[in-house]
């Protein structure tokens, strides 16, 4: 069965950063466009950035603009988010996907996405 295998999560003070990397192997990643989600604990899961396949493009979150930044390597089969200025409500499990629908992202619909990984937990502490 395919799913992602996010990693790079971990411990972080306000204001650092963390690499995530996430990957699938057995998927060509550059057929998809790739959505990152995360959720706190008893919040909802929210889409926090999405790498368009076409142009590889990127959109983000209100909550993370200027801050995150999303690239893919199809020849590697990863796609990163890169997060700095991190802060404590950053915090939750992250999660990639890849939308099923769209090669274009437009939005985080989660019922367009699929073979999520596990996620990796950040955590943004003072």
């Known amino acids: 069965q395919l799913q992602f295998v996010e990693s790079g999560g971990g411990l972080v003070q306000p204001g650092g950063s963390l690499r995530l990397s996430c990957g699938a192997p057995?998927?060509?990643?550059?057929?998809?466009?790739i959505g990152w989600f995360r959720q706190a604990p008893g919040k909802e899961r929210e889409g926090v950035s999405c790498?368009?396949?076409?142009?590889?493009?990127?959109t983000y979150a209100e909550s993370v603009k200027g801050r995150f930044a999303s690239v893919r390597d199809n020849a590697k089969g990863m796609v990163y988010l890169q997060m700095d200025s991190l802060k404590p409500e950053d915090t939750a499990v992250y999660y990639c996907?890849?939308?099923?629908?769209?090669?274009?992202?437009?939005?985080?619909?989660?019922?367009?996405?699929?073979?999520w990984g596990q996620g990796t937990q950040v955590t943004v502490y003072s």
């Open positions: 996907a890849a939308n099923l629908m769209r090669r274009r992202c437009s939005g985080w619909l989660a019922h367009e996405f699929g073979y």
């Open positions: 790498i368009s396949s076409s142009d590889e493009s990127a």
């Open positions: 057995g998927l060509t990643l550059e057929d998809y466009a």
